[in-house]
């Protein structure tokens, strides 16, 4: 009988526990800002989008931003949130660098097209980015500057063409100085979709989450 009540008594304090476990878990957010997201694809075929995003190469077929994106949605239970501006860049790289570069230099506070979330419920925030001008798009910089991630965890996961990290972990803690940069991971834009997964789902394996 002894031995009956204490294995109730243990398995009473097993369900007590799980509720405290679950609201003790952090929080996270993925939010980034993707080009492939952000063009204007009115008249355009889908081979002209899949150009336009520069993911139309042999080895990818898809961003490898978006492909890290949907490791994260994989692995984790994190809310998910894509910078969509209102205004869209045009859907050649080359058109829209000029602007894109406009709106850095003149440090303009974008509009989107959907209200970002509320940062306060996030402990940890996976901010996804490529590299533009040695630097973070104007789309990420504007909520940088607008919101508090003071006390979060930032995982940083971004793109490039040959900058590597460049002056964004920087950038970052510039206008978020009481955030934590936990750890970073970046790749090249033109690496196989596949070799992108598996890297970044080795990065993950060590993250301090």
């Known amino acids: 009988m002894k031995k009956l009540i204490c294995l109730l008594l243990a398995l009473l304090t097993i369900i007590a526990c799980v509720p405290v476990l679950a609201e003790q878990e952090s929080k996270a957010l993925v939010l980034y800002f993707d080009y492939s997201e952000n063009i204007d694809t009115t008249g355009l075929d889908v081979d002209a989008i899949s150009q336009a995003s520069m993911a139309g190469t042999r080895a990818r077929d898809n961003s490898n931003l978006l492909v890290m994106v949907d490791v994260l949605k994989e692995r984790t239970n994190a809310d998910v949130c894509s910078l969509r501006a209102a205004d869209l860049y045009a859907p050649d790289f080359g058109d829209m660098m000029g602007p894109a570069r406009e709106q850095k230099e003149n440090n303009e506070m974008l509009a989107f097209q959907e209200e970002v979330p509320d940062f306060s419920r996030y402990d ?11 630097g973070a798009p104007q789309s990420i910089l504007t909520v940088l500057q607008q ?3 003071s006390g979060k965890k930032i995982v940083f996961f ?13 950038e970052i803690l510039s206008y978020q100085p009481d955030a ?21 789902n080795a990065f993950l394996d060590q993250v301090a989450w």
């Open 124 to 134: 940890v925030i996976c901010l996804g980015t490529p590299v533009w001008w040695y």
């Open 147 to 149: 919101a508090d991630f």
């Open 158 to 170: 971004g793109i490039h063409r040959g900058s590597g990290f460049a002056g964004i972990p920087e």
């Open 180 to 200: 934590v940069i936990v750890d970073r991971f970046t790749v090249e834009c033109q690496t196989p979709n596949e070799e992108t997964r598996a890297q970044f």
